[in-house]
């Protein structure tokens, strides 16, 4: 596709429930990042895949976040046992590089609300 | 690990003023930064990036940024604000070498008549 793409674009769920979001990249790009953008709080790195090195998954803020790639493409972001400070908009981007210097295109974003 | 701060959670400013809005880092290492913008109902998009070279450097829609090493800043600033500039404005660090790419919790610029 021409852009990042994320779904589902919202999504409502109930406290204890699993949820999983979805990032396609865009194609070509080694690296896929996952954020977590809340009120106040501005972007919270989560975790990162760079090709088929080991995740940098430093950022998750518990056990109840996991994340895979598989294919070296799609990303799905799982969140277990949901909580209603889990509320946020989950944004995933993709870039081509290697080093950190390169441009992170981003996805519109996940709307997740945990009633 | 490296970290970003930006101090001013929020920015008002009238059309045709000059801006600046702060952003400082800290690291042990070389350094890459970036400031990225998200307009209003916009995915976050890149304004600028410093990566080596000139400290100061120009991005998109007249905003420039100027590296300062000594004092681990990274203040971005236009000369002359458009009502159209009001967004949220991310500043960014990554440590060279490495991808991982941290993020300030953003200022927000909002630009009057």
């Known amino acids: 596709g021409a852009g990042v793409s994320q779904s589902p674009s919202n999504k409502v769920t109930e406290k204890g429930k699993d949820v999983e979001l979805r990032c396609d990249p865009i194609?070509?790009?080694?690296?896929l990042y996952w954020y977590r953008q809340s009120l106040g709080q501005g972007l919270e790195f989560l975790i990162y895949f760079q090709g088929n090195s080991a995740p940098d998954k430093s950022g998750l803020p518990s056990d109840r976040f996991s994340a895979e790639r598989t294919g070296g493409s799609v990303s799905t972001l799982t969140i277990q046992r949901t909580q209603q400070e889990d509320s946020a908009v989950y944004l995933c981007?993709?870039?081509f590089g290697t080093g950190g210097d390169e441009k992170l295109f981003f996805g519109s974003g996940t709307q997740l609300s945990v009633l | 690990a490296q970290s970003v701060t930006q101090l001013d959670s929020q920015v008002p400013v009238f059309e045709e003023a000059p801006v600046e809005l702060r952003c400082n880092y800290s690291?042990?290492?070389?350094?890459?930064l970036f400031w990225y913008v998200q307009y209003p109902n916009q995915g976050l998009q890149l304004l600028l990036k410093y990566l080596s070279g000139s400290t100061l450097v120009k991005g998109i829609n007249g905003f420039e940024a100027e590296f300062n090493k000594s004092q681990t800043s990274f203040h971005l600033r236009k000369p002359s604000v458009h009502i159209s500039d009001t967004a949220e404005y991310f500043c960014a660090v990554s440590e060279k070498g490495f991808q991982k790419l941290v993020f300030g919790t953003g200022t927000r610029l909002l630009v009057s008549p």
């Open positions: 690291s042990s290492v070389s350094v890459y």
């Open positions: 981007a993709s870039s």
């Open positions: 194609s070509g790009h080694t690296a």
